[in-house]
């Protein structure tokens, strides 16, 4: 079974992002959407091993749910890569701070935030591969609430064509700051709580497991068929001792949506890590219910 990271990653290449990022500054949107198009087409045609895991997800929603809508076919594995194609456009609309289409699904929540964030209160949020988490920072961008500093968690050297692409065209922001997954230590866990101190967000993907800690992982149940997740995250989401929330961006009628949820740990540390497991897995299978063709995990995610 071939796990994530095990997965090459498909990119067109930075000199053609490059090309694509210039298409857009002097054309606009329309035309890189056009360019999608055909990237995602040629995606389905070529490569087979992401249309196999697209159908095999599918082969499972549809056992699960029953919904002839979600039948394993090859209009709907085209759609799954379709819509991931125009997330990367997305992500490169957010990374230059020209989306303004997002919205909380949940006005209290909304309120939390933006409170934290003037109050200077940090939180740790457990994101997921579905939808587009970094629309989060267009949001923030787009409130009139002080700049805070966000810290992201991600495995630098299996995104290394799009981070190459980001730095080339001087997108970096000054209140993002990229981490690398692979360099967590005691060290690390200090810098991280100095932050949280000082009124940042942290967030860490909770549903990809570790190159390095494939086997510091739990089991949970996604459509009926186990997976396996990485507990690690849990684990240092309550050494923080902060507020603790999941949360998934997906698009809904070209809006993106930020939802999130706040998770009350109380107890032990053996019983708030038995909380973060049945809440985190639970929120995973929801999202992907709410969100199928969002559900961004182009490998074989399942163990049976």
Same mark, same amino acid.
């Given at each position: 079974?071939?796990?994530?990271?095990?997965?090459?990653?498909?990119?067109?290449?930075?000199?053609?992002?490059?090309?694509?990022?210039?298409?857009?500054?002097?054309?606009?949107? $329309?035309?890189?959407?056009? +360019?999608?198009?055909?990237?995602? *087409?040629?995606? =389905?045609?070529?490569? #087979?091993? !992401?249309?196999?895991?697209?159908?095999?997800?599918?082969?499972?929603?549809?056992?699960?749910?029953?919904?002839?809508?979600?039948?394993?076919?090859?209009?709907?594995?085209?759609?799954?890569?379709?819509?991931?194609?125009?997330?990367?456009?997305?992500?490169?609309?957010?990374?230059?701070?020209?989306?303004?289409?997002?919205?909380?699904?949940?006005?209290?929540?909304?309120?939390?935030?933006?409170?934290?964030?003037?109050?200077?209160?940090?939180?740790? $949020?457990?994101?997921?591969? +579905?939808?587009?988490?970094?629309? *989060?920072?267009? =949001?923030?961008?787009? #409130?009139? !609430?002080?700049?805070?500093?966000?810290?992201?968690?991600?495995?630098?050297?299996?995104?290394?064509?799009?981070?190459?692409?980001?730095?080339?065209?001087?997108?970096?922001?000054?209140?993002?700051?990229?981490?690398?997954?692979?360099?967590?230590?005691?060290?690390?866990?200090?810098?991280?709580?100095?932050?949280?101190?000082?009124?940042?967000?942290?967030?860490?993907?909770?549903?990809?497991?570790?190159?390095?800690?494939?086997?510091?992982?739990?089991?949970?149940?996604?459509?009926?068929?186990?997976?396996?997740?990485?507990?690690?995250?849990?684990?240092?989401?309550?050494?923080?001792?902060?507020?603790?929330?999941?949360?998934?961006?997906?698009?809904?009628?070209?809006?993106?949506?930020?939802?999130?949820?706040?998770?009350?740990?109380?107890?032990?540390?053996?019983?708030?890590?038995?909380?973060?497991?049945?809440?985190?897995?639970?929120?995973?299978?929801?999202?992907?219910?709410?969100?199928?063709?969002?559900?961004?995990?182009?490998?074989?995610?399942?163990?049976?």
């Amino acid at each position: 079974m071939k796990k994530w990271f095990n997965v090459k990653e498909k990119s067109a290449g930075v000199k053609r992002l490059q090309i694509t990022w210039w298409i857009y500054k002097h054309f606009g949107e $329309f035309p890189i959407r056009v +360019i999608a198009f055909f990237i995602s *087409l040629g995606t =389905f045609l070529t490569a #087979k091993d !992401v249309r196999n895991y697209s159908q095999k997800f599918f082969k499972y929603l549809y056992e699960y749910t029953n919904n002839k809508q979600y039948k394993p076919t090859i209009l709907n594995s085209y759609k799954h890569i379709f819509t991931f194609a125009n997330s990367l456009v997305d992500k490169m609309l957010a990374y230059s701070g020209n989306y303004s289409n997002i919205n909380f699904d949940n006005k209290d929540v909304e309120n939390k935030i933006i409170e934290m964030i003037n109050n200077r209160y940090g939180a740790f $949020f457990i994101t997921n591969h +579905i939808g587009c988490i970094e629309m *989060l920072r267009a =949001f923030i961008a787009s #409130k009139k !609430v002080p700049k805070i500093k966000i810290n992201v968690f991600l495995q630098q050297k299996h995104c290394e064509i799009f981070n190459k692409f980001i730095n080339s065209i001087s997108l970096q922001d000054k209140y993002v700051e990229l981490l690398p997954i692979e360099e967590i230590d005691v060290d690390t866990a200090i810098k991280i709580k100095e932050k949280l101190d000082a009124g940042e967000f942290v967030f860490m993907a909770g549903d990809r497991i570790s190159i390095h800690q494939q086997n510091a992982v739990y089991p949970a149940s996604l459509l009926n068929h186990k997976i396996l997740l990485p507990i690690g995250v849990l684990k240092f989401a309550i050494l923080l001792e902060c507020p603790v929330f999941t949360t998934v961006c997906p698009k809904k009628d070209r809006i993106y949506r930020m939802c999130m949820k706040e998770i009350k740990l109380e107890g032990s540390k053996k019983e708030k890590l038995s909380t973060l497991q049945q809440v985190y897995s639970k929120y995973l299978e929801d999202c992907t219910l709410n969100f199928p063709y969002q559900f961004y995990h182009f490998f074989d995610i399942f163990e049976s």
